[in-house]
């Protein structure tokens, strides 16, 4: 079974920091793809940052330079170091992952920006 887990999320202060992984398991075949997206209330999910084979990277404009994404191929596992935090980056983090023509979600974790 086909598994994408979230963890790392919470809240924290403006400025502070979070890292959020996502573990992939019971995936037969090469991740070429995996992602972060967010969701924030009343708003349409949107790309976060991705991170594809052989390591590259791309990220949304709003977090350039404050969010970084990286992956332990042998662990199946994504990381989202983000810095800089600020309360627009409230959301419901999720994870994506992508192998062959298939693609799957995680369940979300909340990252929560307040003073």
């Known amino acids: 079974q086909v598994q994408l887990v979230e963890s790392g999320g919470g809240l924290v202060q403006p400025g502070g920091s979070l890292r959020l992984s996502c573990v992939a398991s019971?995936?037969?075949?090469?991740?070429?793809?995996m992602g972060w997206y967010r969701q924030a209330p009343g708003k349409q999910r949107e790309l976060v940052a991705i991170?594809?084979?052989?390591?590259?990277?791309n990220y949304a404009d709003s977090v350039k330079g404050r969010f970084t994404i990286s992956r332990d191929n042998a662990k199946n596992t994504v990381y989202l170091q983000m810095n800089s935090l600020k309360p627009e980056d409230t959301a419901v983090y999720y994870c994506?992952?992508?192998?062959?023509?298939?693609?799957?979600w995680g369940q979300g974790t909340q990252v929560t920006v307040s003073s």
């Open positions: 991170i594809i084979s052989g390591g590259s990277t």
């Open positions: 019971g995936i037969t075949g090469r991740i070429y793809y």
């Open positions: 994506n992952a992508r192998w062959g023509s298939i693609e799957d």
